[in-house]
C-alpha cells in the first residue's frame, strides 16, 4: 500500500473510532466529552432522526447543545460501519448506530439508527460537517414510508 493510501486509511479509521466514541458519550448525557471529541464545520448541518427541518451549526448554542445532553441518559452504544469513503480532505462514514438509552424521558429502551457521517479536513483538523439519522434500521413498509411521505403519522 502507498503511504498516501496508509495514511488516508488510518485517517478515515480514527475518525471511526472517533465517532464512536463521541456519540457514546451524547449517548451517556456526557456532552462536555462529546463536545471534546467533536467539532463542527461553519456550515455544519444536522438532519435529526426526529426529522423536521434539518439544523444548522450556527443554531447549535451552548443552552442547546446543554438540553441536548441532558436529552440523553445512561446509554451505551455500539457502531457497525456499513461503509467508509475517504479522501484527501473528505471522510463519509455509513454506520448503524445501535444504543441501549433513556431519550427525552422515555425509559431505557434499544434503538438502531441508519447513520451518514461527512468529515471535512479544515487547516489540518478534521471537522463534522453533516450528520443525517434515521430510524429505519429495521425497515418500514411502502405504506408506511408512503404515510411519512405525505406527511402522516404510519
Do not use: C
Not at 33 to 38: K, N, P
Not at 58 to 67: C, D, G, P, W
Not at 79 to 84: G, I, K, N, P, T
Not at 143 to 152: I, N, P, S, W
Amino acid at each position: 500500500m502507498e503511504f498516501a493510501q496508509a495514511t488516508q486509511a488510518g485517517q478515515v479509521a480514527e475518525l471511526i473510532l472517533k465517532s464512536e466514541e463521541s456519540n457514546a458519550a451524547l449517548m451517556r448525557g456526557d456532552i462536555d466529552r462529546y463536545r471534546a471529541l467533536v467539532a463542527f464545520t461553519d456550515d455544519f448541518t444536522l438532519m435529526s432522526p426526529f426529522g423536521g427541518t434539518p439544523t444548522r451549526g450556527s443554531q447549535l448554542t451552548n443552552e442547546r447543545m446543554e438540553a441536548m445532553g441532558r436529552f440523553f441518559r445512561n446509554g451505551t452504544l455500539e457502531q457497525e460501519v456499513v461503509q467508509s469513503y475517504g479522501s484527501a480532505d473528505m471522510v463519509v462514514l455509513a454506520i448503524i448506530e445501535r444504543a441501549h438509552v433513556e431519550v427525552g424521558g422515555l425509559p431505557a429502551q434499544d434503538w438502531a439508527l441508519r447513520v451518514t457521517l461527512v468529515y471535512r479536513r479544515e487547516e489540518g483538523v478534521w471537522r463534522l460537517a453533516h450528520r443525517h439519522a434515521d430510524p429505519l434500521a429495521s425497515g418500514i413498509s411502502l405504506e408506511q414510508a408512503a404515510a411519512l411521505g405525505r406527511g402522516e403519522a404510519p
